[in-house]
Nanobody
């Protein structure tokens, strides 16, 4: 069983930055593609960024150029550096392992990001 623990969220003004962290335990971290998802109030959860075991990255158009995903396999941790934050980035952010394009683990608690304008 994989445990996912997200941290780093908070309240920030538009134009500010945050760095989110996700520690994944109970898996062989280096083998898997990892992703960051977010769910805004009243909206469906969406994938915003992913990184493969080889370091290849993909981003949703809405965050491209502003968010950077990275990983530290030795620490079983994936990061999301967010800059130039906008009010529409307000959401609960979750991480997960991705296999065949879908999240495979039970969701963690997520970390809340609130961007004020």
């Amino acid at each position: 069983q994989v445990q996912l623990v997200e941290s780093g969220g908070g309240l920030v003004q538009a134009g500010g930055s945050l760095r989110l962290s996700c520690v994944a335990s109970g898996n062989i971290f280096s083998i898997n593609t990892m992703g960051w998802y977010r769910q805004a109030p009243g909206k469906q959860r969406e994938l915003v960024a992913s990184i493969s075991s080889g370091g290849n990255t993909n981003y949703a158009d809405s965050v491209k150029g502003r968010f950077t995903i990275s990983r530290d396999n030795a620490k079983n941790t994936v990061y999301l550096q967010m800059i130039s934050l906008k009010s529409e980035d307000t959401a609960v952010y979750y991480c997960n392992t991705i296999r065949f394009g879908t999240p495979v683990n039970r969701w963690g608690q997520g970390t809340h990001v609130t961007v004020s304008s």
